[in-house]
Every structure is written in structure tokens, then in C-alpha cells.
């Protein structure tokens, strides 16, 4: 190119859409921290649902507290940018987050679980995350390549509901993920929407890990007998149909809204309901991941 030629270039600003050499070799640094980090840590599995309110949460918490009382190292990353629910379910709003070095720790928990949330960084409960895709892609890589988990047998991270940018980034930046493990309840609805969730993890090649069918049934805080408000079962089938595992049922436990909304984990504190054994089933399969 000549110099007039040059010139008229970077007058029209094609200099500005190349990438500088310094903004090259810190994404290049962010990606082989990135996978240094990961590296760390035995599985990942993600917790998808197909839509909203079918408890995908409260199931992403307890998985993680039932595999840390399994004498397991767990980490749990919330990357829900529009309802984080992580912090509330936890009864950990606005920790003081701690840095080593160039490095964001995780909030401690239990002995055995540690945690990150987008809702970390909030200004407050009610703040809104108003942001495009590229953004979100942005922070969640940053998040995966800056949180010193340290060495991890698991690392479960919460979605929002949907096949969008954060599962789609998250699939992407860690492509030697597990697999997922997807919230249904038994109605029609949910299921409907529960198989977009097992087409886009085919198309991403993620294994799907298996369902868990959450509200099936109503356990009477007298009887302790189960009342099928939502139906029974719809999960259970669809899996079936569509060739994943099933992984059980979690029956609607008032205890389970109870301890949720104190930030209580359900499985922690009433270990002995049966819905905290149908937590416990769940993770059986996860417990008996083997390699890496």
C-alpha cells in the first residue's frame, strides 16, 4: 500500500477496528489463564432449564451442597445475569469480595463449597443488568479466567433459563465441560421447552448428564403423603423419548420454600425429608464420574 493509499486508510479509521498488540496479548493472556484455571478442575457440569420458575436454582444449590457433604471439593458459579439467585438461596448478599494478586477468590461456604455470583457485583437486590450479548460473553470469560477456585472435584454453574449468549459462551470457553444436568417440572409446558434445552446441548455436543423432574408431587407436611398437583411422571417419559437419563424426582417440600427464602440450603439443614433424599439419589451419577 502506498503512502497516499495509507494514509486516506487511516484517516477513515481502519486502524480502530484492528485489534492493538497490547489488546492482543491480554486476551491472549486471559485465555491460557482461562484454561490454566479450568485445568484445576476435575468436572464441570452445567444446570440448564428450558424456562423460568421451575426451580433450576434451589436443584443447582442443593447438587453443589449435597456433593460438598459428600466430602467432595465444589465450587458453584452463578452467571444468571438477569435473576442471580445464588447469593439470596445462600444468604450471602454482598460479600466482601477478596483479590490474590492479579486473582478474584470465591466466597467460602461450607467447608468443602465455594461460590461466585454475577449478583456479587451488583450495586444491590434490585440493580438490572441491561446488557448485550457481547458483554455478557465478555464478563462471564473474565469471570472464568480472574476466580482462583483452586482445585475443584466439581464446579456447577447456574444459567438463566433458555438456550442463549451465557450457555452458549460458557459451552464455547469450556469445551471439556461434563454436561448438563436439565430442571423440568411435569407439566406439558415446561417439557416442551425442556427438549430445546436437550436439542441445544446436541448441537453444542454436550452431554446431557440426565432430568430431574423438580414439584412432582406435594408432600403433606402431616401424612408426609404426595399429592400430584403438577402431574407425575412427564419428565421421567421425556427422557425417555428422547434418550437421556433420568436422574428423579423432587417432590414440592414447604421446608424446601421455607429454608430457600431464610438462605438455607434445603439439603443441609433437613436431611432427613424426602425430598432431601431424592437430592441425594440424584447425585449418584455425578458421584461416579470418572477420568480426567
Not at 55 to 84: C, M, R, W, Y
Amino acid at each position: 500500500m502506498d503512502s497516499e493509499k495509507r494514509d486516506d486508510c487511516e484517516n477513515q479509521g481502519c486502524q480502530g477496528k484492528r485489534k492493538a498488540p497490547d489488546e492482543k496479548l491480554k486476551t491472549f493472556t486471559e485465555d491460557i489463564t482461562l484454561v490454566n484455571r479450568m485445568a484445576q478442575i476435575k468436572h464441570k457440569i452445567m444446570v440448564l432449564s428450558g424456562k423460568g420458575g421451575v426451580g433450576k436454582s434451589t436443584v443447582a444449590v442443593n447438587i453443589a451442597v449435597a456433593l460438598a457433604l459428600e466430602g467432595k471439593q465444589v465450587g458453584i458459579l452463578d452467571v444468571d445475569f438477569h435473576g442471580p439467585s445464588i447469593p439470596t438461596l445462600l444468604h450471602i448478599e454482598n460479600p466482601s469480595l477478596k483479590a490474590e494478586g492479579d486473582a478474584l477468590l470465591p466466597v467460602d461456604f461450607i467447608e468443602g463449597m465455594k461460590v461466585m455470583s454475577i449478583g456479587f457485583f451488583l450495586p444491590n437486590q434490585d440493580s438490572a443488568v441491561i446488557w448485550r450479548g457481547p458483554m455478557k460473553i465478555g464478563f462471564i470469560k473474565q469471570l472464568l479466567a480472574e476466580v482462583k477456585w483452586g482445585y475443584l472435584d466439581y464446579l456447577i454453574i447456574d444459567f438463566p433459563p433458555g438456550t442463549g449468549d451465557e450457555p452458549l459462551s460458557v459451552a464455547q470457553l469450556i469445551p471439556d465441560a461434563d454436561g448438563a444436568i436439565i430442571v423440568t417440572t411435569p407439566q406439558d409446558l415446561s417439557l416442551i421447552d425442556v427438549r430445546k434445552s436437550i436439542d441445544f446441548c446436541r448441537q453444542l455436543n454436550i452431554p446431557v448428564l440426565g432430568v430431574i423432574e423438580n414439584m412432582s408431587g406435594l408432600v403433606c407436611p402431616h401424612c408426609e403423603k404426595v399429592v400430584d398437583i403438577f402431574k407425575r411422571g412427564g419428565g421421567e417419559k421425556m427422557a425417555g423419548e428422547m434418550g437421556v437419563p433420568f436422574l428423579g424426582r423432587i417432590p414440592i417440600e414447604p421446608l424446601i420454600v421455607e429454608a430457600s427464602d431464610n438462605g438455607k440450603p434445603f439439603i443441609y439443614h433437613y436431611g432427613k425429608t424426602p425430598a432431601a433424599e431424592a437430592f441425594a439419589r440424584a447425585i449418584q451419577p455425578i458421584l461416579g464420574m470418572t477420568g480426567k
